[in-house]
């Protein structure tokens, strides 16, 4: 059984490289608080405990500006946009999303090779623009 969830007050507040999905926000908005890095004024700053960040290099200045910052989060697989030295001096855990997204993407990569290899979007074109009226079917084989 979950705990229930904490009140506004306690809510950790967590800093955004980027607007999270709304849907994926709306899910986590009962335990956390948000604010985008690049908004947060000086009391965000120095109650933030946790920067969840893209691909966008976070560099020691960054990191500096952030003095209750304790975890920082990128969402790649990598760690290599993240200044590990500075994360280090500062005394700061540093994770990634590691393989998360592996199965997801290389299934996105097989359908991207089936459209391209079967002209999807060109077919899809050629029925959008009403070009089957006048051409005829589209091949949709490759023989």
């Known amino acids: ?10 809510k950790p507040l967590v800093f955004l490289a980027e607007p999270l999905v709304p ?9 956390f608080r948000f604010a985008l890095a690049a908004d947060a004024d000086g009391a965000d ?3 933030g405990r946790v920067l969840l960040m ?12 952030f003095p209750a910052l304790e ?10 946009h993240i200044d ?11 994770t990634n999303a590691d393989t998360v997204f592996a199965v997801d993407s290389a299934d ?10 079967r002209r999807v979007v060109a077919a ?14 589209y091949p949709l084989a490759s023989k």
């Open 108 to 117: 996105y990569a097989v359908g991207l090779v089936v459209a391209a290899v």
């Open 23 to 31: 849907e994926f926000a709306a899910a986590l908005a009962g335990r």
């Open 124 to 137: 899809e074109a050629y029925i959008r623009g009403g070009r089957w009226l006048a051409d005829g079917d």
């Open 45 to 47: 700053m120095t109650e």
């Open 71 to 80: 975890l920082v989060v990128g969402i790649s697989v990598g760690v290599d």
């Open 1 to 10: 059984m979950m705990p229930p969830p904490p009140s506004s007050v306690e």
């Open 54 to 65: 893209g691909v966008k290099p976070v560099t020691d200045e960054h990191l500096a500006g």
């Open 84 to 94: 590990l030295a500075a994360s280090r001096r500062l005394g700061l855990s540093v």
